[in-house]
């Protein structure tokens, strides 16, 4: 009889200790999958701002590229233009003088306005490495620095 009551009080024991083992287990997965919450909550916050730098590039690219674009698209127009037009002073002129004139003329001011594009597409760039530099690199280095505060509090 007392092996009895001995095997019944170590069986209880035992199942109570399963049962608050279960407990535990249960309150462990919950505290999982609240850190696992917040540690995907905390990598899209991060890849969001990243995202949002890289689009602030992308832009910045974007509007580089469309005014070296533009530029040169400028510079083509204005070269036909000046073409056509010393052109036409060569061919319908009569004055040897005259033509020698005017190509000495067209020379400067194809290459007056060939510095002058070239200065817009250079100061372009400058101005693109400037704001990148300025604004894009203070944007970074705000952002590594709250990334880091948050780990190493």
Do not use: C
Not at 71 to 94: N, P, Q, W, Y
Request: glycine share 4%; net charge positive.
């Amino acid at each position: 009889m007392m092996t009895l009551i001995a095997s019944a009080t170590l069986l209880t024991i035992s199942t109570g200790g399963m049962a608050y083992t279960y407990w535990q287990l249960l309150g462990s997965r919950r505290e999982l999958r609240v850190v696992n919450s917040d540690r995907i909550a905390a990598n899209s916050a991060i890849q969001k701002s990243r995202m949002d730098l890289l689009e602030v590039r992308n832009r910045a690219r974007l509007l580089q590229d469309t005014v070296t674009n533009s530029a040169s698209a400028v510079e083509r127009v204005h070269k036909a233009i000046s073409a056509t037009t010393f052109g036409l002073i060569d061919h319908f002129s009569r004055d040897d003088e005259f033509r020698l004139s005017a190509r000495k003329a067209r020379d400067s001011h194809d290459e007056t306005s060939q510095k002058i594009y070239r200065g817009v597409r250079t100061t372009n760039r400058a101005i693109h490495i400037l704001a990148d530099t300025l604004i894009l690199g203070q944007s970074e280095k705000r952002m590594i620095s709250k990334h880091h505060k948050k780990r190493h509090p």
